[in-house]
């Protein structure tokens, strides 16, 4: 099977620009999570999906993301409008269930994003 | 929220050394994973192990969840083990979100 597939891989933009980057997941995995990656900060949250219904935003970290789910098998994250301080790797990952014995993520190559 | 500590910050062994990554963790989890980030940025699962032992290759991995540790064990390394190792961990209870250490960043040298 085909891990999660992240697009780009690369984005360079300048400030004030709209980023969109896109997630598919596993076939058959049934939660979505969208993480961001810093030097300053490590991994953190931004938000995840269980069958497509968003489930906890609360790590977007201001009016400027926004994120999707239209189908199992497409996820975006949006930027608009770009600050230099998103520059950061952008992992999308998935699991089938969530829980003990279930719920192992399997993570994309991520997208880097460099706001000018 | 739970606490995350890994150790050692960071390791370098020459090849073909063993090593031991150890991760604590504060309250009682129901998912425990170890991650490597190669040097591209890529995250690869290793383990998903809330409890017990498992081993794949030279990599074993032992979780006590009583006593909130977990071990990674890397044996005969090698040059492609290079990267950081996370632990990360979900205390369950309506959580469902991965809370994850902050690595241990390991160098195998030939």
């Known amino acids: 099977d085909a891990g999660v597939i992240q697009s780009p891989r690369h984005e360079v933009t300048e400030m004030g620009q709209e980023v969109t980057l896109r997630c598919k997941p596993i076939s058959g995995h049934d939660y979505l999570f969208w993480y961001r990656q810093t030097m300053m900060r490590g991994l953190e949250l931004l938000i995840y999906?269980?069958?497509?219904?968003?489930?906890?935003d609360s790590g977007m970290p201001e009016d400027r993301f926004s994120a999707k789910m239209p189908n199992a098998s497409f996820s975006t994250l949006k930027i608009q409008p770009s600050e230099p301080r998103d520059s950061a790797v952008y992992f999308c990952?998935?699991?089938f269930g969530w829980g003990f014995s279930t719920g192992e993520l399997f993570f994309g190559e991520g997208s880097r994003l460099t706001v000018l | 929220g739970i606490q995350v500590e890994q150790s050692p910050p960071d390791l370098i062994l020459q090849e073909g050394a063993n090593s031991t990554l150890r991760c604590n963790f504060s309250d009682s989890v129901n998912n425990l994973q170890w991650f490597h980030q190669n040097p591209w940025g890529q995250l690869i699962n290793l383990f998903y192990i809330p409890s017990g032992t498992k081993q794949n290759g030279r990599l074993s991995a032992t979780t006590v969840a009583t006593e909130r540790y977990s071990l990674l064990y890397i044996s005969s390394s090698q040059t492609t083990d290079s990267g950081v190792y996370f632990c990360?961990?979900?205390?369950?209870?309506?959580?469902?979100?991965?809370?994850f250490g902050k690595g241990t960043k390991l160098s195998v040298i030939p």
């Open positions: 990360a961990v979900n205390p369950g209870a309506g959580s469902y979100q991965l809370t």
């Open positions: 999906f269980n069958n497509n219904v968003p489930i906890d």
């Open positions: 990952a998935s699991s």
